[in-house]
């Protein structure tokens, strides 16, 4: 399931793709997925997409999505991997500070995770102020500014704008990931490339205590795993920077050495702030795009219309009665019957389709092990091949309004020395109920009249 299926099953049933008993022969095919209307939906249109004209909908705005996605996803890692870089840059003359980097890997991440939050309750409305704040979403209409089969292509689907507004929070999740991944790669390039002195310095009275109890409660999270990973009080303490007077505390000189393991903080907060709880969010947001796109293949125009005509019956019962016509006495045959019986061993179409048979069958209320097409494009051999494996009560559907040929009457005089009964059943057009007309039954009545075969019947 996902946005491909979504849109070609859109385009499928705007095309009204698909005969009323086609739909029907599909869920007799698969009636295990009667009680799975999603995956019915979904195998239709697996069947039918090679119906639609190449290129089809989905993929035209597949690629356009990805193209977007690819080109947000570059800018995206390469503003992380600068801004990594601005702030981790040492002249040699001052310490870098790492408040900026702290507040770009955890506050911001936190922020933004909180407002996509928010953006996930809101995601069922048209209009969603904190979704249309991401650039994916600019960036798409930006895309329907321009000419041509592009902004075409966009203005011939009408997509749920719940659907939409969750692909953007989805992608949104994933272009902050990559984002953050460009951070942690700067940091690390940083670390190893170069000798950085880390201090801390803020405008906020905050004792080297308070701050290195706020650092422990940040690092609680992998204070476990990795304990070299939380900075130390007397780290804390010989790394306060102060900017007055434009010099370094001498004390600061003297432990230089050490003032680099603030790096080890600094990568694993950036590694779960920014990535691994963005990555939380990002599965979040994938949980929430496939909730509402599930939700949405029941919604689209059509889709119910399909699911009642796959899984209900062309028509429920099948009548006797006839519109009296030619015949008064409404008698065409010496051996007819009225009603089918429940069951037989096998069902014969003349020139007809397995899935013509399922829908005929369903339709009468017939119930049938074994179905096969005979005449029609059948070779001579593959017809007697068929007699020679039939054996007990057959019904053997014909076109009503094609009168039996020659080739018919052999076959079904081959039939009956195999068969036990034979009950031939004329049927008609869908829009007639199935229902024969009584000038029909009465030429093919004439013809089993001549044949004179006692193992065959006529159903009227």
């Given at each position: 399931m996902?946005?491909?299926?979504?849109?070609?099953?859109?385009?499928?049933?705007?095309k009204?793709?698909?005969?009323?008993e086609e739909?029907?022969?599909?869920?007799?095919?698969?009636e295990?997925?009667?009680?799975?209307?999603?995956?019915?939906?979904?195998?239709?249109?697996?069947?039918?997409?090679?119906?639609?004209?190449?290129?089809?909908?989905?993929?035209k705005?597949g690629?356009?999505?990805?193209?977007?996605?690819?080109?947000?996803?570059?800018?995206?890692?390469?503003?992380?991997?600068?801004?990594?870089i601005a702030?981790l840059?040492?002249?040699?003359?001052?310490?870098?500070n790492?408040?900026?980097?702290?507040?770009?890997?955890?506050?911001?991440?936190?922020?933004?995770?909180?407002?996509?939050?928010i953006?996930?309750?809101r995601?069922?409305?048209?209009?969603?102020?904190?979704?249309?704040?991401s650039?994916?979403y600019?960036?798409?209409?930006?895309?329907?500014l321009f000419?041509?089969?592009?902004?075409?292509?966009?203005d011939e689907?009408q997509?749920?704008?719940?659907?939409?507004?969750?692909?953007?929070i989805?992608?949104?999740?994933?272009?902050?990931?990559i984002?953050?991944?460009?951070?942690?790669l700067?940091l690390?390039?940083?670390?190893?490339?170069?000798?950085?002195?880390?201090?801390?310095?803020?405008t906020?009275?905050?004792a080297?205590q308070?701050?290195h109890?706020?650092?422990e409660?940040?690092?609680?999270?992998w204070?476990g795993l990795?304990?070299?990973?939380?900075?130390?009080?007397?780290?804390?303490?010989?790394?306060?920077?102060?900017?007055?007077?434009e010099?370094?505390?001498?004390?600061?000189?003297?432990?230089?050495s050490q003032?680099?393991?603030?790096w080890?903080?600094l990568?694993c907060?950036?590694?779960?702030y920014?990535?691994?709880?963005r990555?939380?969010m990002?599965?979040?947001?994938?949980?929430g795009?496939?909730?509402?796109?599930?939700?949405?293949?029941?919604?689209?125009?059509?889709?119910?219309?399909?699911?009642?005509?796959?899984?209900?019956?062309?028509?429920?019962?099948?009548?006797s009665?006839?519109?009296?016509?030619?015949?008064?006495?409404?008698?065409?045959?010496?051996?007819?019957?009225?009603?089918?019986?429940?069951?037989?061993?096998?069902?014969?179409?003349?020139?007809?389709?397995?899935?013509?048979?399922?829908?005929?069958?369903d339709a009468?209320?017939?119930?049938?092990?074994?179905?096969?097409?005979?005449?029609?494009?059948?070779?001579?051999e593959e017809?007697?091949?068929?007699?020679?494996?039939?054996?007990g009560?057959?019904?053997?559907?014909?076109?009503?309004?094609?009168p039996?040929?020659?080739?018919?009457v052999?076959?079904?005089?081959?039939?009956?020395?195999t068969?036990?009964?034979?009950?031939?059943?004329?049927?008609?057009?869908?829009?007639?109920?199935?229902?024969?007309?009584?000038r029909?039954l009465?030429?093919?009545?004439?013809?089993?009249?001549?044949?004179?075969?006692?193992?065959?019947?006529?159903?009227?």
């Amino acid at each position: 399931m996902n946005l491909t299926s979504y849109l070609d099953l859109y385009a499928l049933l705007d095309k009204k793709s698909g005969s009323r008993e086609e739909r029907r022969a599909f869920g007799l095919e698969h009636e295990n997925l009667k009680e799975k209307p999603l995956q019915q939906l979904l195998l239709w249109t697996k069947e039918y997409r090679g119906h639609l004209k190449r290129p089809r909908l989905s993929e035209k705005i597949g690629s356009y999505l990805y193209g977007i996605t690819l080109t947000l996803g570059i800018i995206a890692f390469l503003l992380g991997l600068f801004s990594g870089i601005a702030l981790l840059n040492y002249s040699g003359h001052e310490p870098v500070n790492v408040v900026y980097f702290m507040a770009m890997v955890i506050l911001l991440p936190l922020l933004t995770m909180a407002l996509a939050l928010i953006s996930m309750f809101r995601a069922g409305a048209s209009r969603s102020f904190l979704v249309h704040l991401s650039p994916a979403y600019w960036m798409e209409k930006i895309i329907r500014l321009f000419p041509g089969s592009v902004k075409k292509t966009f203005d011939e689907v009408q997509i749920n704008p719940a659907i939409v507004n969750w692909l953007i929070i989805k992608r949104s999740q994933m272009l902050a990931l990559i984002f953050s991944a460009g951070l942690l790669l700067a940091l690390l390039g940083m670390v190893v490339t170069k000798d950085i002195a880390f201090a801390w310095s803020t405008t906020l009275h905050i004792a080297p205590q308070e701050f290195h109890r706020m650092l422990e409660t940040v690092a609680l999270p992998w204070k476990g795993l990795f304990p070299s990973a939380v900075p130390s009080l007397s780290l804390i303490e010989q790394s306060q920077y102060f900017r007055l007077g434009e010099k370094l505390n001498p004390e600061m000189v003297k432990h230089a050495s050490q003032l680099g393991e603030w790096w080890k903080f600094l990568a694993c907060a950036t590694l779960f702030y920014a990535i691994i709880l963005r990555f939380c969010m990002w599965l979040l947001s994938v949980a929430g795009y496939r909730r509402i796109l599930k939700r949405s293949f029941f919604n689209l125009d059509g889709s119910e219309k399909l699911l009642r005509e796959m899984n209900e019956p062309v028509i429920t019962t099948s009548s006797s009665k006839r519109e009296p016509a030619f015949e008064s006495e409404g008698k065409h045959y010496s051996r007819e019957i009225n009603v089918f019986n429940d069951a037989y061993d096998r069902t014969l179409g003349w020139a007809m389709s397995e899935d013509d048979l399922k829908v005929l069958n369903d339709a009468m209320g017939v119930i049938s092990p074994m179905m096969e097409d005979v005449g029609g494009t059948n070779s001579l051999e593959e017809d007697r091949k068929i007699v020679s494996r039939t054996e007990g009560s057959v019904l053997l559907y014909v076109k009503a309004w094609e009168p039996p040929t020659m080739d018919f009457v052999d076959f079904l005089e081959d039939l009956a020395k195999t068969a036990d009964t034979i009950t031939v059943a004329p049927v008609g057009m869908r829009e007639e109920a199935y229902l024969p007309g009584n000038r029909e039954l009465a030429v093919w009545g004439r013809k089993l009249q001549n044949l004179g075969e006692k193992k065959v019947w006529l159903k009227i």
